[in-house]
């Protein structure tokens, strides 16, 4: 186990709604980056924190926002949820604000958007 | 555009041979590249990262090849066992970003 912590494990959502998902990073970590796992594919990066700010982004739109707190966890939130939103999110850290860092992944959040 | 390929196929196998997967990708020359295990319902797990100017890597039963010329890397899985099967994704360090192949399942029969 990495230590990467994230809720809530599955959601289900209706188009047009907003979401929020919760990571807690590995102990010492100061980076938390998001992926976005369609089935059958690899994650895609959505974007990155390191120590608060935003540190890049993935080509993902503007409705796709987050937060990372001074603990280093970190939320993400999608605003009018889409049908091609249904993936698998997967919060990541690692230490060193480096986007090429090894990934230490939580469990991911299975969200389904009908 | 960048493009990362993995094995196109699920890899099936008897249990204590060798698997060999492959991660081909073009139109970049990344730095390292790096090798995750991910079960179903499960987040990725590191494997193994190789530098370019590294030609092999081991980690116990794991060896991984990286041929900068051929653009492509080589994951090796020796005296494969049940509990290898899994879906494992390459990554490529991308505009300092991680970018991930799709992956190649390998089923390990008894």
């Known amino acids: 186990e990495t230590g990467v912590t994230q809720s809530p494990t599955h959601l289900i959502k209706t188009r047009g709604q907003q979401v929020t998902l919760r990571c807690s990073s590995q102990?010492?970590?100061?980076?938390v980056s998001w992926y976005q796992q369609a089935l059958g594919q690899g994650p895609q990066f959505i974007f990155q924190?390191?120590?608060?700010?935003?540190?890049g982004r993935g080509n993902f739109p503007p409705r796709f926002s987050g937060l990372q707190f001074p603990n280093y966890s970190s939320e993400l939130n999608v605003n009018a949820l889409e049908l091609d939103d249904s993936a698998l999110y997967l919060c990541?850290?690692?230490?060193?604000?480096?986007?090429?860092?090894?990934?230490?992944f939580g469990p991911g959040t299975r969200l389904t958007v009908l | 555009s960048q493009k990362i390929e993995q094995n196109s196929e699920a890899l099936n196998i008897q249990e204590g041979k060798t698997a060999t997967l492959t991660c081909n990708y073009t139109?970049?020359?990344?730095?390292?590249l790096q090798w995750y295990r991910q079960d179903p319902g499960r987040g990725p797990v590191f494997l193994l990262l190789?530098?370019?100017?590294?030609k092999e890597k081991r980690k116990e039963r794991l060896k991984v090849t990286f041929d900068t010329t051929l653009k492509q890397s080589l994951f090796h899985i020796t005296a494969s066992q049940p509990a290898d099967s899994a879906t494992y994704l390459c990554?490529?360090?991308?505009?300092?970003?991680?970018?991930f192949g799709a992956g190649t399942t390998v089923t390990v029969r008894a």
């Open positions: 102990s010492g970590h100061n980076t």
């Open positions: 990554a490529l360090d991308i505009t300092l970003r991680l970018s």
């Open positions: 190789i530098r370019e100017n590294e």
């Open positions: 990541a850290s690692s230490l060193g604000g480096q986007g090429t860092d090894t990934q230490y």
């Open positions: 924190y390191y120590r608060e700010e935003e540190n």
């Open positions: 139109n970049y020359s990344p730095a390292y």
